[in-house]
């Protein structure tokens, strides 16, 4: 633009139209916390976690921060849930105030009035807990869900919506058989039996010997308490292959406060007399059990489900599938080639076959991407489990024949995927490829993370055996829901022309047909894949709110990603919108239009990089970052990232930078930044920090400035190295004046100050200090 021929109002206004509007959120600072200001909604679980097609009932949603609950976000089309009550359990001093007026009542003469009065005050008392087991799961919400009759079979997301924003998902199920549910176990009391209060705080223990009767096929939803048992008494006749599965840790993948970190659930088949006939905790190296018993004889049969050591609370909850039911135990090959048809051999229980153990099935993979997709088959009654198949773009095919050394050695051309099995035990399957000098090679299996129960060791040779390359166990971080990665990658740069060996084994010396993997055997193809956590964000309308976007890099890839919104809605802005060369995450802001918004908005995120050339583009899958028995860390995909405009009358302080971008931040200097942004008010004044800074910077001095304020930052030379590249996140808080007489009377209020949200991302990087004349070169 030519500033000389701008109009000289606009270009003021330009100029001042920062500063003018943070003067207007400061006038308004205290009506703006007073609308709304708060912890994002937390949900523990939901109970039952699912239902059938076509049914109507109650769920309870256990969870913190849940006050003024307004409605509920479901994944997916063919579900409907309403709020019907939210309950807070009251505190000890209401409590008191409470107990006091109905004796009071219940000693006077007791009229419409009172009797109502007497009524309403049964109900409150009835949320009192002296001392919350758990405080997150203390609230509870109760829905009404209604499922249509063609809703899709199938997981889907639920959340709680709050003034707050949008809570974290919880998986709830649709599907096809009859269920049963236990009554929902919440640490309520009754209104109508209030001398039960003072048990209240007791653990609930589930009797084993009542057993509830249910008919299969069906799915049953329970919870387990405190050293609990549940028990359910059916029929089944004789050579009936009896499928019991549960779902627990499936349902609330990880307990921060609990080891090893999720229910784990264990169930006994039982018959009539108490005889033990099968039992499980687990199911290969899933945490969640499986059964498949064939039924000796008609009659009756208890399954009985606790957790393997006698923990519980409310959100020990299950659902455990039983019946003459579909269930795939093991399918090969693991995977196909995009855009061909691949046969599926399955193997399992009750198949839809004329042999109920063994079926094959067709994956058609026209038109898909790389990725894993479900596959699953349906007989009269429902669709089995599902299970992972894999489609890469690489040439795909089946190992055939013993290749158990150098000698017999299947010969491959690279780039391939192979299909294969360890058929005998403690053998080596090896294939033999040509390589050349400098070449860098990669391999690596999949099977655990397909669901195969192996433990892959992979190693490579060369023409005289020599072992230049070793792996077990790899990690990798975009498998949030394993905790024992048993796949192996290695790559290595191969010195020389000739013949050179890959060898696949099992580190557990485990063979068989189900002992099943995935080969992948090319030069590096370098890539990546984008997570953001959290899932949901709760933006005030004009302000702004950071979260983390993670690269899982890919066979060495190591550029940069600028990142961007894909179709967001006009006014989202994404601030900080790259990833640096080499590094693995970066913390961004995203700024929310100001204007109203009644629903969360889905967003979507992505990233591009080049990569020999070309311009590879990825989608972020958004994230929930759960921590798993106080110490690890996990990142667990969730279907939707989902952003609440909340307060949008509240104030806009967006603290425009008046300085250039990306920030120079000097190795042992400190370098001012000027930000559109006035500290002081009559009411208060602002104050800044940063916000999980990089080592070695730091806030030295904020001060009034020419148009705002100036914010003084040291870089640390012991700390902070030249090179280092990302994105300064500023938090800011008000501290409103407090008049002295208050003050001396009540300290707290004089150091109270509220949290008012973050600015932009400011995009810095840390350089030397500019060489002097005379210095040494």
Not at 119 to 146: D, G, N, W
Not at 198 to 226: C, D, F, K, Y
Not at 637 to 649: C, S
Request: some cysteine; charged content about 20%.
């Amino acid at each position: 633009m030519n500033h000389a021929k701008t109009p000289f109002r606009w270009l003021f206004w330009r100029k001042l139209r920062p500063l003018v509007c943070a003067v207007a959120m400061l006038a308004s600072l205290p009506q703006a916390w007073a609308q709304g200001q708060g912890n994002p909604p937390r949900i523990g679980y939901i109970y039952p976690a699912g239902g059938r097609q076509g049914a109507t009932f109650d769920v309870t949603v256990g969870g913190e921060f849940l006050e003024g609950v307004k409605g509920v976000y479901l994944s997916g089309v063919g579900v409907q849930a309403t709020v019907r009550q939210y309950v807070k359990p009251i505190p000890q001093q209401q409590f008191n105030t409470l107990r006091d007026r109905l004796k009071e009542l219940q000693d006077g003469e007791k009229d419409a009035n009172a009797l109502a009065e007497i009524s309403q005050i049964k109900e409150k008392m009835a949320t009192f807990l002296r001392k919350p087991a758990t405080p997150a799961l203390a609230e509870t919400v109760h829905l009404e869900v209604v499922i249509a009759p063609d809703a899709p079979v199938g997981q889907r997301e639920m959340r709680l919506i709050t003034p707050n924003g949008v809570s974290n998902p919880r998986i709830f199920c649709i599907g096809q058989l009859n269920e049963f549910s236990e009554a929902a176990s919440v640490t309520q009391g009754d209104p109508n039996n209030l001398p039960q209060l003072r048990n209240l705080n007791q653990p609930r223990i589930s009797r084993p010997a009542h057993e509830t009767p249910i008919t299969i096929p069906a799915v049953i939803n329970g919870q387990i308490l405190p050293g609990g048992a549940n028990r359910y008494r059916f029929s089944a006749r004789k050579g009936a292959q009896l499928i019991v599965a549960a779902s627990a840790r499936e349902l609330n993948p990880y307990l921060a406060d609990t080891v090893p970190g999720w229910f784990q659930a264990a169930i006994t088949l039982m018959d009539v007399k108490g005889k033990e006939l099968a039992y499980a905790d687990h199911y290969r190296f899933h945490p969640d059990p499986v059964l498949c018993f064939k039924i000796p004889e008609d009659g009756e049969y208890v399954l009985e489900i606790r957790d393997s050591i006698y923990r519980g609370r409310e959100d020990f909850v299950y659902r455990i599938t039983v019946g003459e039911v579909p269930f795939i135990t093991d399918f090969f090959p693991l995977g196909g080639q995009d855009g061909k048809k691949t046969t599926v051999e399955l193997v399992g229980a009750n198949l839809p076959a004329a042999n109920p153990s063994a079926m094959t099935t067709m994956f058609d993979a026209s038109g898909k991407t790389p990725a894993v997709y479900p596959l699953s088959v349906q007989d009269k009654t429902c669709c089995s489990n599902n299970i992972s198949f894999a489609v890469d773009s690489l040439l795909s095919f089946q190992a055939k024949g013993v290749h158990e050394s150098a000698g017999h050695a299947q010969a491959v051309a690279l780039p391939v995927v192979i299909n294969g099995r360890i058929e005998r035990p403690g053998k080596w399957d090896v294939y033999s490829f040509a390589g050349r000098a400098g070449q860098e090679i990669v391999a690596e299996i999949t099977a655990r993370r397909l669901g195969s129960p192996m433990d892959s060791v992979l190693k490579l040779t060369d023409i005289t055996g020599k072992v230049l390359a070793f792996n077990d166990d790899w990690d990798d971080k975009a498998a949030g829901l394993e905790t024992h990665h048993a796949d192996s990658y290695l790559r290595a740069k191969l010195a020389a022309d000739g013949t050179y060996f890959i060898h696949v084994g099992d580190a557990q010396k485990q063979f068989g047909p189900q002992v099943a993997y995935r080969l992948r055997l090319s030069e590096p193809r370098p890539d990546f894949q984008l997570r953001i956590a959290p899932s949901a964000l709760a933006i005030r309308g004009g302000a702004s709110a950071a979260f983390t976007v993670y690269a899982l890099r890919q066979d060495g890839f190591a550029g940069e990603i600028p990142l961007s919104l894909t179709a967001a809605p006009e006014g989202f802005v994404l601030g900080g919108g790259r990833i640096p060369a080499g590094q693995d995450q970066i913390r961004v802001t995203l700024t929310a239009p100001f204007r109203a918004a009644q629903e969360p908005i889905s967003l979507a995120l992505e990233g591009r990089a080049q990569v020999h050339g070309e311009t590879i583009t990825r989608r972020a899958v958004p994230c929930e970052d759960m921590m798993q028995a106080f110490a690890y860390r996990h990142l667990v995909a969730a279907q939707e990232f989902l952003v609440t405009i909340v307060n949008r009358n509240g104030p806009r302080f967006a603290g425009d930078m008046l300085d250039a971008v990306p920030l120079k931040l000097t190795v042992g200097a400190v370098t001012p930044v000027r930000l559109a942004l006035p500290l002081r008010t009559p009411r208060g004044q602002l104050e800044l920090e940063l916000d999980d800074p990089p080592a070695g910077i730091t806030v030295e001095k904020v001060s009034a400035a020419e148009g705002g304020c100036q914010v003084a930052l040291r870089c640390d030379g012991a700390k902070a190295k030249a090179g280092v590249e990302g994105n300064l996140i500023i938090r800011v808080f008000f501290r409103p004046i407090v008049p002295a007489s208050v003050a001396a009377t009540r300290p707290a209020a004089a150091n109270r100050r509220l949290p008012l949200g973050t600015l932009a991302a400011i995009p810095f990087q840390v350089v030397d200090r500019p060489a002097k004349d005379g210095d040494a070169e």
